[in-house]
């Protein structure tokens, strides 16, 4: 047999008091090597404040991926007391969106930090907004639900972007499908419902009023959604100026008018949407709320995917028979889904995951579960249910988010195979010696790392070894073995 065959069956279910491996939402984790050592470092794509972004090569996984330098003789003394590079890395760790680009890893020499993430091929959403086709409203319909989508999800983590804008709004790809990807959290910082947030952030164009006068709450994000939305139909922002000052004191007026002949053409909803977004603080909508108004309703479709199809009834199957376990194999697993994994192989699972989020707060719930997933779970009792919503970081949830459902859904056949668990312990494997570590495999897993001896244990009691380290061989007929 091949190291991609598993039998799910044989994994075994731990029960909550025995001390578990932590596998982390998402695996940022901090790369002990140098960027250079590797990726291929290729041409720049943008530049900001006091970093640049490049695309790069992994040379593991050939995979064509981004890279933002930041660099450090750059960093302002607010970012350096603010801890602003590291604030940005706890940020992405605790989010899990399909719509957040895909970061893996990041690097730190003398010089500089290096984020890497995927490489959106689509290039800005602002190309697309300024080059002056017209944008039917349906596609407007389309961008703006996965923005607010992913506001509301970040607000619902006391996290406020505070600089949506098209340019920080990525296109996955240059093909027609308009899958978005929000980048850039440079500004991103927590909140707390209790108190305001102060201190001017973001870009003239796309501030609130209220920003301005730097005292505001996370709504400055829905406002910047307002703003997006007008330029996505007409092309222009509804606030402008020659100067910075100018379009600051047009903000501050809050005038704009919906009588651009682009907007001859737009429904009532749609009008009514933006009047909602670009409204004082106190009557705006929040995303939440945004993304239930009419408007969303006009071009509500469930397309692209047939859920009598049998990669669909595949995925049901997944779920149902998905046994929490948190072992070893997990953690190989959860690695190579976020690590060495392509686009091909994960955005099938990754359109599952968006057709069944109806309510598009990016989880997975009972109530999801139950609407598309009736026919999986008729025969199997509720049995499946509960286990997918258990176990995860340690906590047991009524809900997945997508990381977490890519680990249940994806076919172990897919993820298991000799190629990716040979990448993956070569990525592991540091010195390239053939050895992989519990130190290592923590590293790479668990974002704060401190349970060492409960990794060292499962890799002795999963190789029968005493050491807490193991090789290629071993790796590989454990996989056989399932
Ligand atoms: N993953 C990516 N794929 C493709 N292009 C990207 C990616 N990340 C960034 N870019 C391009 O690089 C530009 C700058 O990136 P980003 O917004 O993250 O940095 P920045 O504006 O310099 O950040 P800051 O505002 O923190 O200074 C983006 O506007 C986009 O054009
Ligand atoms: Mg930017």
Known sequence: MGCGKTKEKTLVAITIDTPRLKIH???????????????????KIGTGGFAEVRRCTHKTTCQMRAVKIYYKNLFTADYVSSNGFHNEIEIFRRIDHPNLVKVYEYFEDE???????????????FEKVSNKTKIPERTVC?????????????????????????????LEDRDGDFHIKIADFGNAIFFSKAQNIKGQAGTSYYMSPEVIDSEYSEKCDEWSCG???????????PFIGNSDDEIISNVKKQEYSLENPSF????????????????????RLSAADALKHPWFELFK???????????????????????PSCNFKDAIKAFIISHVMGDKDIRPVRDVFMFLDEDHDGKIDDHDIGKYMNKSFKDGGNEGQINIFKYFEGET?????????????????????????LMAFGMLDWYKNGVVTAEMLMAAIES???????????????????????????????IEGG
């Open 448 to 478: 704060n790392a401190k349970d060492v001896e409960i990794w060292k244990n499962m890799i002795e009691e999963t190789f029968r070894k005493k050491d807490g380290s193991f090789g290629i061989r071993q790796i590989c007929e454990m």
């Open 397 to 421: 949830r009524g809900f997945l988010e997508y990381n977490e459902f890519l680990r249940v859904a994806l076919e172990d056949s897919l993820i298991l195979t000799k190629k990716n668990v």
């Open 227 to 237: 703003v997006i939305m007008f330029m996505l139909i007409t092309g222009c922002p």
């Open 25 to 43: 939402k998402t695996l940022i984790w901090k790369h002990p090597k140098s960027f250079y050592e590797e990726y291929q470092s290729g041409n």
């Open 301 to 323: 479709e469930k397309q692209g995917l047939q859920t009598t199809s049998d990669f669909y009834m595949k995925i049901q199957e997944n779920i149902r028979n998905y046994r």
């Open 111 to 125: 010089k500089c930090f290096y984020i890497t993430m995927e490489f959106c091929k689509g290039g800005e959403l």
């Open 264 to 283: 001859a053409t737009i429904s009532h909803e749609a009008k009514d949407l933006i009047k909602s977004l670009l409204t004082p603080e106190n009557n």
């Open 142 to 170: 389309l961008i703006m639900k996965q923005i607010l989508s992913i506001v509301s999800y970040l607000h619902e983590k006391l996290i406020v972007h505070r600089d949506i804008k098209p340019e920080n709004i990525l």
